[in-house]
């Protein structure tokens, strides 16, 4: 049982096990990419025909971030990154809180940043006189003797060495709030028309309908328009309810959503629902215009017992835009109908119903809202990761531990050594320790 408890133990501290677990979330996030997300099932069968859809439908490839193997991606890279870090943290532990305060004499000639300094005075009068100058321009040593003398050591950085595991542990709580999220949270949409309302929303693949613990009641929306006729803004009045009682509400915009309780509704899209009105021009034949508005269905007399009606109404007809197809009645009885082109108008040429032309001027159209409803409850988790994934490569990269003793022996005879090492950044820190010389030559004199 032993053996195989250290066998699953090592598999999991692998380093080669974070390596491919890196590459595969990483490729996958690739794959996310290219293949978009969330869309409807027609939306695919459109794209790639029935049987490619089948095909990647079965590895859950256009909900990949949901599915099962993702998921199981992230719960190994979670167990090796928290297996590897317990492994290797405690030593680093104890080598940052029990520094070496000595290292044999013999081993100061390796360093590769080293200085012997001469000095007058006694030997005593050194020791404090470099303490004293220590502290005033580096940091206070930690003055320790042994046998063979007396060492001093300095250490800045030391918090360095824990910024991989700060690191580490960010990118567990991100993980494990992406796995909240996936398992607890859910991605839907729903239009509505002014004056609807509704809790049941579908998701965005269009799989399944979700109930909410409230009603979304839709009071308004408005949408502008530049000349051009790309929209310009569009907002939504919301309203949300439960047991018929107001408990939230917000006019919400493209940056503006409305939470409450965990749950978001973006302002997500619009479009038109339906006309309710349609204005039409009517000319004579002495060229008098007389501006018309008619609902649908609704009969307009020309003259006698003749009169028109709107029968059937589409906004962009195989096409050609806005087009209302218009039924001539005599008495009750429909007698032809004809298509009215809003953006050609001379479509009709000079057809005249009892002496009138007639031209399509514009549609009255409502339109939806289009809202997307979403629950991330590992949202939280992901930004704290995120701040602290910041501090963790902070501490990584613009900070480095290094390490300085000076000697001086026992048996003094004018001169004391100064060595220092880096971990890192080998450059800055023969700057460093250049000047810390330099300074130390001038005020231990």
Request: some cysteine; overall charge positive; aromatic content about 14%.
């Amino acid at each position: 049982m032993d053996k195989v408890l250290d066998r699953i133990w090592r598999f999991f501290s692998s380093v080669k096990l974070a390596i491919v677990l890196i590459i595969l979330i990483v490729t996958t996030a690739i794959i996310g990419t290219v293949i978009q997300q969330g869309l409807p099932v027609e939306a695919y069968i459109q794209h790639y025909g029935s049987s490619t859809y089948r095909f990647l439908n079965f590895f859950e490839l256009f909900d990949m971030y949901h599915s099962w193997w993702f998921e199981l991606l992230l719960i190994l890279f979670i167990i090796n990154v928290a297996v590897c870090s317990f492994e290797r943290l405690p030593a680093i532990v104890k080598m940052v809180s029990k520094p070496k305060l000595r290292i044999p004499v013999e081993k100061i000639s390796a360093f590769k940043e080293r200085q012997t300094i001469g000095y007058t005075g006694k030997r005593d009068a050194l020791i404090a006189s470099l303490s004293d100058r220590l502290k005033e321009i580096y940091k206070e040593p930690v003055h320790t003797t042994a046998a063979e003398g007396d060492f001093m050591y300095l250490e800045k950085g030391r918090i360095a060495r824990f910024g991989p595991y700060v690191t580490h542990l960010s990118l567990i709580i991100i993980f494990i709030g992406v796995l909240i999220g996936s398992f607890l949270g859910f991605d839907a949409y729903v239009n509505l028309v002014p004056g609807d309302s509704t809790n049941i929303v579908r998701t965005t693949r269009g799989d399944r309908d979700l109930t909410l613990p409230f009603t979304i009641k839709c009071n308004k929306f408005h949408v502008e328009f530049y000349r051009s006729g790309i929209p310009k803004a569009y907002k939504s009045d919301l309203t949300l309810l439960r047991d018929d009682r107001q408990i939230a509400h917000k006019v919400i915009d493209v940056n503006q959503p409305l939470t409450y309780k965990g749950i978001t509704i973006y302002q997500a899209s619009y479009g038109p629902a339906s006309a309710s009105g349609f204005d039409i021009a009517l000319t004579d034949g002495n060229d008098k215009e007389d501006d018309v508005s008619l609902g649908r269905n609704q009969h307009y007399p020309i003259k006698g017992d003749v009169s028109i009606a709107v029968l059937d109404y589409s906004p962009n007809y195989q096409g050609f835009g806005p087009t209302i197809l218009v039924g001539v009645y005599k008495g009750q009885k429909l007698q032809s109908t004809s298509l009215y082109l809003q953006k050609y108008p001379d479509f009709h040429g000079a057809e005249k119903i009892e002496g009138y032309r007639m031209r399509f001027v514009k549609a009255n159209e409502s339109y939806y809202t289009g809202l997307q409803v979403a629950k991330d409850p590992g949202a939280p988790y992901v930004a704290t990761g995120a701040i602290i994934l910041i501090v963790g490569l902070m501490m990584s990269f613009f900070s480095y531990r290094r390490r300085i003793w000076f000697f001086i022996p026992e048996k003094f005879s004018g001169t004391y050594t100064v060595a220092g090492v880096a971990d890192r950044n080998k450059y800055s820190f023969e700057m460093e320790f250049e000047k810390l010389v330099s300074d130390i030559k001038k005020g231990v004199k």
